[in-house]
């Protein structure tokens, strides 16, 4: 009795916390709706606060959804909804910029900023979690050795690391270009059709939160609140995206902040912490490996999508083809990212990140905005890839991950032709 009570009080709270997200949406919403005027810092908390709630909605929604919808078409719907909320804020700005090009330079600074976070603070602080986790138990060897990746994970690592040394291009060139769209779109669809040969649907026992209290609902009743969560964000995320990047922007200005530190932060940490509460929901549940992998999946979708959205959105607003031009500024931005970057896949193409490895990149990340010049952001760049040949050349288990990563990506890609993963 005492068990079954303590269930059904679970059970209460899970729907008590999706209905609290439901309503938070709301204040947003109506305030775009009714076209009120409030001070920017309003705005913009207001219409943050509905991007954040619809974002835990299609956080919950879609890990949900996995238990219904198998293959290709769960894992497209998941990939997408992943950077919707940092998507519809980013397309907000490319959009903006064809008519207003002061607004340019935010674009970048917001898919810059959410790349960086991911890495600097997702993955290095999911690995630390799981070691803290791990000690906590009693665990000590655990600790120490991080956090590891399973073998299928070397495709969407190698596809990661040709999208980041295709996106040194970028910078070097000055512009993100139709071109880039279709190629970094190309790596997105390719990353789609391994796991829509390899994946299979999530069980029930494996899911957390609220997405496991949505996937035990009868059969009807799930895929009626299902689709009523799915919409309901989507429309919340429609109507308070340009808002909450107008609010943003207006009140750095009255705050005399630099808004491009202010849309590379603060928007991308909003959109980005659904995401991060979920993850740490799995390593607190001991799935660490599934933390990682997500935020990994994460960042292949924001890497390629959201990069090459950019330019297509901004094309498309100036009704044809158009390169995004890059200042000084937003070409130091993309190459520090890319160098980022570059240095985190090489350090995880052994399967595995190690506590030491994600000190260190939590560490670079943070020394980051101590040393916000022109001059510190190149320091930075050139320092994460003189980091990541010392790392190759130093260190054997990262020189063989490396080296065997194009067999073990050759090996995997066979086993999905067959139709499932090793």
């Keep these: ?25 709301l204040p947003g919403m109506l305030l775009r709706l009714s076209g009120a005027h409030v001070a920017p810092l309003a705005q913009a908390a207001v219409a943050g606060l509905a991007l954040v709630a619809a974002a835990f909605l299609l956080a919950w929604a879609a890990e949900a959804a996995q238990t219904v919808i198998a293959g290709g078409l769960a894992i497209a719907l998941l990939a997408l909804i992943t950077v919707l909320p940092e998507y519809a804020v980013d397309v907000i700005f490319a959009w903006n910029a064809a008519h207003h090009p002061e607004q340019a330079h935010y674009a970048v600074a917001n898919m810059t900023g959410a790349n960086r976070l991911l890495i600097g603070l ?11 986790l791990a000690w906590r138990r009693g665990q000590r060897g655990a600790a120490r050795l991080g956090v590891g990746l ?5 495709v969407e690592l190698v596809l990661l690391l040709a999208a980041t040394a295709y996106s040194l291009v970028l910078p070097w060139r000055g512009s993100i270009t139709l071109l880039d769209t279709a190629v970094l779109f190309a790596i997105f669809i390719a990353y789609l059709w391994f796991l829509a040969r390899a994946s299979e649907k999530e069980r029930v026992e494996d899911l957390v939160g609220p997405a496991r209290g949505i996937a035990r609902l009868p059969e ?3 895929g009626v609140v299902l689709i009523g969560l799915f919409a309901l964000a989507a429309v919340a995320i429609a109507l308070v995206a340009e808002p909450f990047a107008e609010g943003l922007v207006a009140t750095g200005h009255q705050l005399k902040i630099d808004d491009f530190i202010l849309v590379q932060i603060v928007a991308p940490l909003a959109s980005e ?58 070409t130091e931005e993309l190459l520090l990212t890319a160098a980022q970057g570059l240095l985190a896949v090489i350090l995880v193409l052994d399967r595995k990140l190690e506590v030491w490895e994600s000190v260190a990149l939590l560490a670079l990340y943070a020394a980051q905005f101590a040393f916000p ?33 194009p067999r073990r990506f050759k090996h995997q890609i066979a086993f999905a032709l067959k139709g499932r993963e090793d």
């Design 122 to 132: 997702g993955w290095s602080g999911i690995v630390l979690l799981a070691a803290f």
């Design 273 to 330: 912490a659904p995401e991060f509460v979920v993850v740490a929901l799995f390593a607190f549940s001991g799935r660490g490996m599934t933390s990682l992998q997500a935020l990994i999946s994460s960042k292949v979708n924001q890497w390629t999508l959201l990069v090459g959205s950019i330019p297509l959105v901004y094309s498309l607003a100036l009704g044809g083809p158009h390169a995004f031009a890059l200042d000084a500024r937003q």
């Design 220 to 222: 009807r009743q799930r």
């Design 1 to 25: 009795m005492v068990g079954s009570a303590k269930s059904a009080a679970g059970k209460q709270r899970l729907w008590w916390l999706i209905g609290l997200m439901v309503v938070l949406t």
């Design 373 to 405: 010049s022109h001059d510190a952001r190149l320091l930075f760049a050139g320092l994460y890839f003189a980091l990541a040949l010392l790392a190759v050349i130093g260190l054997p288990g990262v020189r063989a991950g490396l080296l065997h990563a």
């Design 150 to 154: 399973p073998a299928h994970s070397i």
